[in-house]
């Protein structure tokens, strides 16, 4: 079992930042595939950007890349969500997932995941 704790959001003028994070329970924490997922009113829930359990290898959605950077400190259970250059649309509630590895499935879909946080919002301003 692992719980999942993001902090991080708010409310911020677009073109600012903001820097999430997801602290995870457990000592197995560097046996999950991370991702970061978000959901808008009345919209379905999105991928944002995956890490590897090494740290090694990322992915992201073609609507944050360049703008949006994932990192994971195993040492301290905790992963992150550097966000810049934030637009309105970028206006969601944030979840933080994990997925344990050698879980077949795509690292981008929501089935794949199997725990979640309780989310995070986050406004942008225009």
């Known amino acids: 079992q692992v719980q999942l704790v993001e902090s991080g959001g708010g409310l911020v003028q677009a073109g600012g930042s903001l820097r999430l994070s997801c602290a995870a329970s457990g000592r197995t924490f560097s046996s999950y595939r991370m991702g970061w997922f978000r959901q808008a009113p009345g919209k379905e829930r999105e991928f944002v950007t995956t890490i590897s359990a090494g740290g090694s290898i990322t992915a992201y959605g073609d609507s944050v890349k360049g703008r949006f950077a994932i990192a994971r400190d195993n040492a301290k259970n905790t992963v992150y969500l550097q966000m810049n250059n934030l637009k309105p649309e970028d206006t969601a509630v944030y979840y933080c997932?994990?997925?344990?590895?050698?879980?077949?499935?795509?690292?981008?879909?929501?089935?794949?995941?199997?725990?979640w946080g309780q989310g995070t919002q986050v406004t942008v301003s225009s």
């Open positions: 997932a994990a997925r344990r590895i050698g879980r077949s499935g795509s690292y981008d879909s929501t089935g794949d995941y199997d725990y």
